[in-house]
């Protein structure tokens, strides 16, 4: 989806005075242990309070620097993007990493203040660890490849892409699924592994969409596909110069006992698209007025 610069720049402006609070409460935290005399004595005299101070300095100071980051790199692509319209795919990107990162010092933090040794933990741990990564194998591959997907740019939020036979309007990335939004509504969740294992057509990234068109004629009108075709050719011939219209074609489908049926198709311009639809129809109708 293509944001407005401007509106990803209040965005990080929030972030940033959200910064700016995280870090005064870590200096006063910091500065309050290390330079107040009763803050000293209770941590000193309470080694669960003491643990649990220790706890929220690790947990603020891994946030603050995991924000840090955050910032300085989304700061660096909006400089780096020339456009005023900016890709969401990067920054949602870099929002699910620094979640992940979070959730990681979120754990460690809360080892600490039960006075559990994480490094210790974890190597307890190892033999049910290599369990888990076996039995989340599919999970990880699906949140590499969202990852993977979020930091390209061949779709974004608000493109409509082809997805086998789904088609629809991408309405949220997330590290396990891609969520499209059909023309009837529904939703259909579509796991990142089968994004990238399939075709993908960009049906937004397009400068041409292929229209197609078919018709039943009677016999009596003595139609030729030539004169159909160049019939259009001529009706749509300031759009052919426009490079709005191009490669109109005419195609005999079925032929029955009383009509015969054909397939007119075109490619048209996606932004023209549903006036083209409308004067192509119109056209066809006048031709068989005239007739």
Avoid: C
Avoid at 90 to 108: A, D, E, K, Q, R
Avoid at 274 to 283: R, V
């Amino acid at each position: 989806m293509e944001i407005q610069k401007s509106l990803i720049q209040t965005i990080e402006s929030k972030k940033k005075r959200v910064f700016i609070l995280k870090l005064v409460i870590y200096l006063i935290f910091l500065l309050g242990a290390k330079f107040i005399p009763e803050v000293q004595f209770y941590l000193s005299k309470f080694s669960g309070l003491n643990s649990i101070h220790r706890a929220i300095l690790f947990l603020l100071g891994g946030n603050i620097l995991i924000s840090l980051g955050r910032i300085f790199t989304a700061r660096i692509y909006l400089r780096k993007t020339m456009d005023e319209k900016v890709h969401g795919n990067f920054l949602i990107g870099i929002t699910w990493i620094s979640n992940i990162l979070n959730s990681v010092v979120f754990v460690i933090a809360l080892m600490l203040a039960f006075d559990i040794q994480p490094l210790e933990f974890l190597t307890s741990l190892t033999i049910v660890a290599a369990a888990i990564a076996i039995l989340t194998k599919d999970y990880v591959n699906n949140i590499i490849n969202g990852l993977i997907i979020m930091f390209t740019d061949q779709f974004s939020l608000g493109d409509t892409i082809k997805i086998g036979e789904n088609t629809g309007v991408i309405e949220d990335i997330t590290l396990l699924n891609v969520v499209i939004k059909k023309d009837d509504g529904y939703k259909t969740i579509i796991p990142n592994n089968l994004v990238l294992g399939v075709q993908v057509t960009n049906l937004s990234r397009l400068d041409h969409r292929k229209v197609d068109f078919q018709m039943e004629l009677p016999y009596h009108l003595k139609f030729s596909l030539a004169e159909i075709e160049s019939n259009l050719v001529a009706g749509f011939e300031k759009r052919i110069k426009k490079k709005e219209v191009a490669n109109i074609t005419v195609d005999l489908i079925d032929i029955q006992k009383e009509v015969f049926t054909i397939k007119v198709s075109l490619e048209s311009s996606l932004t023209k698209e549903n006036q083209i639809k409308s004067e192509l129809h119109q056209s066809l109708l006048n031709l068989l007025n005239e007739n």
